[in-house]
């Protein structure tokens, strides 16, 4: 009935992927009024798709990935939010309880009996085997924040929210957690919504992009699989100048801010 | 451990040489260059430096020492302050007959009880305004009034609902414990960051292990903090129900030998209290270190 001629009518193929997207968010509003933070936002995010949210200080990136994480109980608003059961979260700050070692903090809340087993394989899968029993201050920013991907990843998520994991480490650390990112994301195919403001790190890690602007959608655009994804690359440069105008970036004022 | 880097140069203008490059292990530098003068243009250090242990003991050594010069010397009245060796063969006397045992006993029972009770009772409370607003809104007020009581002025009306006996005094020294320990410990609960709280619930916490693995460890540091007021407090409460109506422990003996002018024993008692709180604080100490590893390779 939903085959015709041996293919999907669009509106039985909009079915099929709405009935498999594990999350779907329409017409979301956050905060009324002229300040509302989000106007009415709709987004899906099929199973094992890489999305990135791009945008704006205070275009509403955040509070966008805090409804999908359950996070915003003080916040008014409406519309729907449905999520995977199984979601995890990776903050800017990789959020370790100082008062707990590195394998505490990814077992975090974990209740079976191998979950000390499953802690240690997850460190090792961020290249940390051996820290275990360190304490969380003892590891440097970009060790901590693996130790933050690892306690993620050990609980197996559908869905992965990542609020700008990177923003606070240095240029070169975040290119190896870009690869690092991919990896993981590949072997364990979470659906992930990234919140960046990076240009260049939405490009590099996503299979779509999603650029939030004043509460709303304003652009979305689809990274081609296996493109190559460098700045040499002719389809790099045209998506990269389109994400900055839609982001509102004059590119001669983003060229005299980089000189700067 | 740091101490070590710290002190090349402790002084300005104390130009030490330096170390030097490590020796490989298992025989001589194989000739090491020759060492060249260490010559650092150092600042000015305004911090007070390393810390150095047992540095604590000083004052009292000193304190100490100047109670002996002044005895010796006779600068001292004896009736006014016995000398320490006069004080130190009553402590022997008062070992020997037993009876400095028997009454450090039942005061240590009393202090320990009070302290048991009123932790107890102080994280409770703590526990209890910490994690909800309508506990809090209960329990702040009540207690921040009995802070504002102090235990002497309700010993008139425990001493009338509870007679003079143990009940009394174990009493007392819970209602002057339980409040630093619940001060302390709420604050601690209170600076527990929102982002620790968020991630409990992102990672799906039950109430339970929120409060073992998040607020427990997150408000230890105060627990301690007020813990070393709470036992420093219990001592204090110890005193003052000891010399009233009592008929045992260190204040009373002390109480007894003021009707018979016996400063030697007064001078005592209060170096058996000071002890006591100098070990209790210490052994408190010693716990918070081992319970706060955390923290203290933090500052290292």
Not at chain 1, 83 to 91: D, L, M, T, W, Y
Not at chain 2, 180 to 194: C, D, K
């Amino acid at each position: 009935m939903a085959t015709n001629n041996g293919r999907l009518t669009p509106a039985a193929a909009h079915a099929a992927t709405a009935a498999a997207a594990p999350v779907r968010v329409r017409e979301l509003v956050r905060g009324y009024g002229p300040k509302g933070v989000l106007n009415g936002v709709d987004l899906d995010i099929a199973p094992g798709e890489f999305v990135a949210l791009l945008g704006p200080s205070g275009c509403g990136k955040s509070t966008l990935l805090r409804a999908l994480a359950g996070l915003d109980h003080a916040v008014e608003g409406s519309g729907t939010v449905e999520v995977p059961a199984k979601v995890s979260v990776v903050f800017q700050d990789s959020r370790l309880l100082p008062w707990d070692t590195v394998l505490g903090n990814v077992t975090l809340g974990l209740q079976d009996h191998d979950a000390g087993d499953r802690g240690r394989r997850a460190l090792a899968e961020v290249g940390l085997a051996g820290r275990e029993k360190a304490w969380p201050h003892q590891l440097s920013g970009g060790e901590q924040q693996r130790v933050a991907l690892a306690r993620s990843l050990v609980r197996d998520p559908e869905l992965l929210l990542a609020d700008e994991p990177f923003g606070a480490l240095d240029a070169l650390t975040r290119l190896k957690m870009h690869s690092l990112l991919s990896e993981l994301v590949h072997a364990h195919r979470p659906a992930v919504l990234l919140v960046t403001h990076d240009v260049d790190e939405a490009i590099a890690l996503a299979d779509r992009i999603v650029v939030l602007d004043h509460g709303k959608v304003a652009l979305e655009r689809t990274v081609a699989s296996g493109a190559n994804r460098t700045p040499e690359d002719a389809g790099f440069a045209k998506l990269h100048s389109a994400l900055l105008d839609a982001l509102g970036v004059n590119r001669h004022r983003a060229l005299a801010a980089s000189n700067a | 451990m740091s101490a070590g880097v710290l002190d090349v140069g402790r002084t300005l203008g104390s130009r030490r040489p330096n170390a030097g490059p490590a020796t490989p292990p298992g025989g001589k530098p194989a000739a090491a260059p020759e060492k060249s003068p260490d010559r650092r243009p150092l600042t000015r250090r305004l911090g007070p430096g390393p810390r150095r242990r047992f540095a604590g003991l000083l004052g009292p050594l000193v304190l100490l020492a100047a109670w002996f010069l002044a005895s010796g010397t006779g600068v001292l009245d004896p009736r006014i302050l016995s000398e320490p060796w006069t004080v130190l063969a009553t402590a022997s006397e008062q070992l020997g007959s037993g009876k400095l045992q028997e009454h450090l006993a039942i005061s240590a029972q009393r202090a320990a009880l009070g302290l048991f009770f009123g932790i107890l009772l102080g994280v409770a409370l703590a526990l209890v305004a910490g994690l909800s607003r309508a506990g809090e809104a209960l329990v702040d007020g009540p207690v921040q009034i009995k802070r504002a009581i102090p235990s002497l002025a309700l010993l008139p009306l425990l001493v009338l609902w509870f007679g003079i006996d143990e009940t009394m005094k174990v009493l007392t020294i819970t209602l002057g414990v339980f409040v630093p320990v619940y001060l302390q410990t709420h604050a601690g609960l209170r600076s527990i960051e929102t982002r620790y709280v968020e991630l409990a619930q992102t990672v799906r916490l039950s109430r339970l292990a929120f409060i073992g693995k998040v607020v427990l460890p997150g408000a230890l540091p105060g627990f301690f903090l007020g813990l070393r007021f709470a036992v420093t407090g219990a001592w204090v409460s110890l005193v003052v129900v000891e010399q009233i109506n009592s008929t045992s422990g260190i204040g009373y003996m002390m109480e007894l030998a003021r009707t018979y002018g016996q400063t030697n024993i007064i001078v005592l008692g209060l170096a058996v209290y000071g002890i006591l709180g100098l070990l209790s604080d210490g052994a408190v100490q010693l716990l918070q270190r081992k319970a706060l590893t955390w923290q203290r390779t933090m500052a290292g």
